[in-house]
């Protein structure tokens, strides 16, 4: 079992260090970058901590994707509804939502770059 942990989703998106993680699973630093890696594998307990500390569901960590079913229903009944194209532009605003989210700029009148 590879877990998918990118560097970047722990820092960036979650604000959290993998040390900071290590610390909450009480785990060392060293086993928590080798289960990174996929040098080792976690035990049980330890996979479902660390989803549970992500906020994030097994599927996640296991296939790095995450299934239709973590999505609202009724964002799901609209995305079907639009064109390729207006999915993308929609993929795009995400992004940017995600991108504001990292930079902490989240206050009321935060204009787009």
């Known amino acids: 079992m590879m877990l998918y942990l990118p560097t970047h989703f722990l820092t960036n998106t979650l604000k959290i260090k993998q040390a900071e993680l290590a610390e909450t ?23 479902i901590g660390i989803c549970r500390c992500l906020n994030v569901t097994p599927d996640y960590l296991l296939l790095g994707t ?15 509804l639009c064109s390729q194209s207006d999915i993308e532009l929609a993929r795009d605003f995400i992004e940017l939502l995600v991108k504001r989210n990292s930079t902490g700029n989240t206050q009321s009148g935060y204009m787009f770059p």
């Open 66 to 80: 995450m299934h239709a079913y973590n999505i609202p229903q009724d964002i799901l009944d609209k995305l079907r």
């Open 25 to 47: 699973l009480e785990i060392s630093n060293n086993h928590m970058s080798s289960i990174e890696n996929g040098r080792q594998k976690p035990s049980l307990d330890t996979f």
